[in-house]
């Protein structure tokens, strides 16, 4: 079975600043998807950044960017500029290429960015 | 687009009740659909696995008869809470995968009050 583990249960930063925020995995595939998402008070999830873990280039999204380590099975997220909407829970997820795709979640990190 | 659309956003009803939540996909088709439950301050807990014109998959230890899912065409997946009491109150929410992206995309939630 899959297991997505962020070790960070709250981070904290000032606006303008850059934050990593950290996910591993365990897995067997060779074939997966991997994804960050964004859930703010609001409480609706926000797909942030996706990854394919076939491609060896990490991905960006304007301020959102991706450090893809398949070998160590890391998956951290880059936000630059951070700003106040940022601040929102931050799930890092799993899913394989094939079969079920169901998502498996990490434990979220909270993420406060303070003016 | 890939636009999820998830009613109602809040209930609030009485022990006894059963409750009906509906997910549409409004601008892609989705064979699959998924639904979570969410408690206060926790990641996302995969219920079911919605299949188009077949039975829904649940996870083990969600009861099959107390959250009754029905998908009966390619843009909608309903849940029905039956018999609700007061330890069902939690935070439901769907999701829908497209074939473009790959990507889970979430409805807003629905917040489950028991009384």
């Known amino acids: 079975a899959q297991t997505v583990t962020q070790s960070q249960p709250e981070m904290s930063v000032q606006e303008a600043e850059t934050v990593t925020l950290s996910c591993t995995y365990d897995?067997?595939?060779?074939?997966?998807?991997l994804f960050w998402y964004k859930q703010p008070p609001s409480r609706q999830m926000i797909l942030v950044i996706r990854?394919?873990?076939?491609?060896?280039q990490n991905a960006t999204e304007n301020r959102f960017s991706v450090n893809f380590q398949k070998a160590a099975k890391s998956f951290s997220l880059k936000i630059s500029d951070s700003q106040l909407g940022d601040t929102a829970m931050y799930f890092c997820?799993?899913?394989?290429?094939?079969?079920?795709?169901?998502?498996?979640f990490g434990q979220g990190t909270r993420l406060t960015i303070n003016p | 687009g890939a636009v999820v659309s998830q009613h109602p956003s809040r209930v609030i009803c009485k022990s006894g009740t059963s409750v009906k939540i509906e997910c549409r996909s409004l601008?892609?088709?989705?064979?699959?659909m998924f639904w979570y439950r969410q408690f206060p301050k926790q990641s996302l807990m995969l219920m079911a696995t919605?299949?188009?014109?077949?039975?829904?998959?649940?996870e083990q230890g969600v009861e099959k008869d107390k959250f009754l899912i029905n998908h009966a065409s390619l843009t909608l997946s309903t849940l029905t809470v039956t018999s609700a009491h007061p330890e069902d109150s939690s935070f439901y929410i769907c999701?829908?995968?497209?074939?473009?992206?790959?990507?889970?995309?979430f409805g807003d939630g629905t917040r489950l009050s028991i009384l």
């Open positions: 999701s829908a995968r497209t074939g473009s992206d790959g990507a889970q995309h």
């Open positions: 897995t067997s595939e060779s074939n997966y998807y």
């Open positions: 990854q394919e873990a076939y491609k060896q």
């Open positions: 997820a799993f899913m394989k290429g094939q079969g079920a795709q169901k998502l498996v």
């Open positions: 601008d892609f088709q989705a064979t699959t």
């Open positions: 919605s299949n188009e014109g077949s039975k829904a998959t649940y």
